[in-house]
C-alpha cells in the first residue's frame, strides 16, 4: 500500500503517556498514518481543521469539552471524518450519547491494545464498530433507545458535563453523596453542588424525580425504579 493509500489519523487525548500507546498500536499497521496529536477539545478541533484528517481518535474525558461535544464540532466542519472513542466509560449513556453524536467506533481503554486496529480497520470502510467488551445488555439497550429518549437527550442531557452525568448516574443508583464521592475521588460536597446544578439544569425537583428520569434515559433498569417507587 502507497503513501497516499494511508488513512490519516489525528488522536485527541489529555494523557500523554496513553497517547504514546495509541500511536504504538496505530504504527503497527502501515494501512494508518499518524498526522497529529492534541491534548485538548479545543487543540484537537483546530488541528483537525488543520489536517483535515480522515479519522479521529479521541477521548470522551478532555480538560476543556467533552469527546462528544468535540464530535459534533469537528463533523461540522468535516462530515466525511469518521471518529473512534476510545475511553474508560461502557456505560450506556456515553456510547448512546457517542453514537448519536456521529461517532462511528466506540473502544474500551482497557481493550485498545488488542481491539483498537480491528475498530479503525472496520470505520475506515464506513463501517461502525462497537467493542465487545461492551456486554450484550448494552447493545440490546441501545437498538432499542425510543424517539422520546432521543428527545430527553437532545434537550437536556447532553448540556450536563461529563461529571455532572457521572454523578447523575450515581445518584439514580442510590448511591449516597459520600459513596459517589468516593467512587468519583472527589468530595461529599462536590456531589452534592453537581446534583443540584444537574437538578437545576434538568428542570427537576427531587431525587425520585432524578432517579425517574434516569430510567426514562436508560441510565438504569426501569425495574429498579419500579423498586424504588
Known amino acids: 500500500m502507497t503513501m497516499a ?4 489519523v489525528l488522536i485527541v487525548d489529555d494523557h500523554p503517556l496513553f497517547r504514546e500507546g495509541l500511536k504504538t ?3 503497527r499497521d502501515m494501512r494508518f ?3 497529529g496529536e492534541a491534548g485538548s477539545g479545543d487543540e484537537g478541533f483546530q488541528m483537525a481543521g488543520q489536517l483535515e484528517p480522515d479519522m479521529v481518535v479521541m477521548d470522551i474525558s478532555l480538560p476543556d469539552k467533552t469527546g462528544i461535544q468535540l464530535t459534533r464540532e469537528i463533523l461540522g466542519l468535516l462530515p466525511e471524518t469518521r471518529i473512534m472513542i476510545v475511553s474508560i466509560h461502557s456505560e450506556i449513556d456515553y456510547i448512546t450519547e457517542a453514537f448519536q453524536a456521529g ?11 488488542e481491539r483498537l486496529l480491528n475498530g479503525l480497520e472496520s470505520v475506515s470502510r464506513g ?3 462497537l467493542d465487545n467488551a461492551v456486554s450484550t445488555a448494552v447493545v440490546d439497550k441501545l437498538k432499542k433507545v425510543s424517539a422520546g429518549t432521543e428527545d430527553i ?3 437536556g442531557y447532553g448540556v450536563l458535563t461529563t461529571r455532572e452525568q457521572e454523578v447523575l448516574r450515581l445518584v439514580a443508583e442510590g448511591l449516597s453523596s459520600k459513596d459517589a464521592a468516593e467512587k468519583l475521588s472527589i468530595s461529599p460536597n462536590t456531589v452534592r453542588n453537581h446534583r443540584c446544578s444537574i437538578m437545576k439544569k434538568l428542570d427537576l425537583h427531587s431525587v425520585a424525580e432524578l432517579v425517574h428520569y434516569s430510567a426514562r434515559l436508560g441510565l438504569i433498569d426501569m425495574d429498579t425504579w419500579e423498586d424504588l417507587d
Do not use: L, W
Open 33 to 35: 498514518e499518524i498526522v
Open 5 to 8: 493509500q494511508k488513512k490519516s
Open 153 to 155: 437527550i437532545n434537550t
Open 25 to 27: 498500536i496505530i504504527g
Open 103 to 113: 461517532v462511528t467506533g466506540y473502544v474500551v481503554k482497557e481493550s485498545a491494545s
Open 127 to 129: 463501517d461502525y464498530f
